[in-house]
């Protein structure tokens, strides 16, 4: 099947026509108005996409190096996707109280949801004033960084056909980090890691472009695998901050509190308890790996890299589960250059296992 074509109001390789041209050249003053229109809002978003890649150089992710795996306009609308993930989580993660953190993303939504139906994309954005806020960096970071991100955010959606919903999901991710800090039932998890991860895995897919139709379950179930990885991972520090997130239905099913999660030991509770959860996503990751098919050509290098990169992430913490209770797992220098070397060089990428390994020898 034919590759999903971007229908977009705006092209990367065409001036940004916000306006229709005049019918007539014998109007030269508004032919000039509206060159001088388009030409501002052109600029605005170079420059949007501009601070969007200083947010996402800055942010020392390893993933930020996956973009270059994709053609330029993809991988601007990247940076653009994860630039304003990034701020979303910086309001989130700030330090003042969870109630003014709670506004702030309200505020965020609402005037993202805003900007990305066009109500208000040729304003500055301003905070409204909260008493309880005064003194605060944030109240003018806040708006400073929205109206440096939301240009790009809004032509990559545009270009991309990227819903709304996915965007706004990003966010109230965000929201629920505020609000719950336990889970009761891995329904309960479920939901969670969609928005913080499975939404953020819907909007990559409209980016990287895909066969119809738009395979949303394997999608779903690849993000559940790579937060279910990084909840994993993330044991030790999360009970640092009195957050557990492995549902209470299944550390009770092993003889576990909740004191045992907020002060954790490697005895053989704990140890069945993560085995179960690593089994659970083995079998997220094979469901995940179904977006392949899907795909684009030039969507796949960077899917494959992500998908590969947890599943390594995983395998290193089912080889030695009772770390997590101390410390955080990571790769390897040898397995991230291994990963590299495999996706950047196209020779290696080709012959690369198709389903991968892992799947083969489930």
């Known amino acids: 099947m034919a590759v999903t074509s971007s229908r977009s109001l705006l092209r990367q390789d065409a001036p940004v026509t916000l306006w229709p041209s005049p019918k007539s050249s014998g109007d030269k003053g508004l ?52 630039a304003f993930a990034r701020i979303t989580d910086d309001v989130g993660d700030c330090g003042e109280p969870t109630a003014l953190r709670t506004r702030w993303l309200d505020w965020w939504r609402h005037t993202t949801a805003l900007n990305l139906m066009g ?9 409204p004033d909260l008493p309880d806020a005064k003194g605060s960096q944030w109240m003018e970071v806040l708006p400073a960084k929205a109206n440096a991100v939301l240009p790009a955010i809004r032509h990559a959606a545009a270009r991309y056909q990227i819903p709304s919903r996915y965007l706004l999901e990003i966010i109230d991710g965000v929201l629920a980090d505020q609000q719950k800090t336990r889970f009761d039932t891995y329904e309960q998890l479920e939901h969670y890691c969609y928005l913080v991860a499975s939404a953020v895995g819907l909007a990559c897919l ?29 044991i030790a520090e999360d009970a640092r901050r009195g957050r557990i997130y492995l549902p209470r239905q299944h550390y009770q099913q092993h003889g576990l509190c909740e004191d045992d999660l907020l002060h954790p030991r490697a005895d053989d509770r ?10 659970r996503a083995k079998k997220l990751f094979n469901s995940g790996w179904g977006v392949w098919d899907s795909l684009s050509d030039d969507g796949r290098p960077m899917f494959s890299m992500m998908w590969r990169t947890y599943r390594r992430l995983l395998t290193r913490i089912e080889e030695n589960p009772s770390a997590v209770v101390s410390r955080r797992i990571c790769l390897s220098a040898v397995d991230r250059l291994g990963l590299g070397v495999q996706h950047f060089l196209p020779m290696r990428f ?13």
């Open 206 to 234: 409209h980016i990287w472009e895909f066969n119809e139709p738009l395979p949303t379950e394997a999608a779903i179930d690849c993000g559940l695998a790579f937060q279910m990885t990084n909840v994993l991972r993330d």
């Open 31 to 82: 032919a000039l108005r509206l060159s001088s229109y388009i030409m501002n809002a052109d600029q605005s978003v170079a420059a949007s996409y501009r601070f969007a890649r200083r947010i996402s150089r800055q942010s020392g992710s390893n993933f930020y190096r996956s973009f270059w795996l994709l053609p330029p306009p993809k991988r601007d609308a990247m940076v653009a996707l994860y």
């Open 270 to 279: 704990l140890l069945c308890l993560i085995q179960d959860e690593i089994q």
């Open 119 to 127: 109500d208000s994309e040729s304003q500055t954005i301003t905070l």
């Open 350 to 362: 080709r012959r690369m296992p198709v389903p991968p390994i892992e799947i083969q020898t489930r």
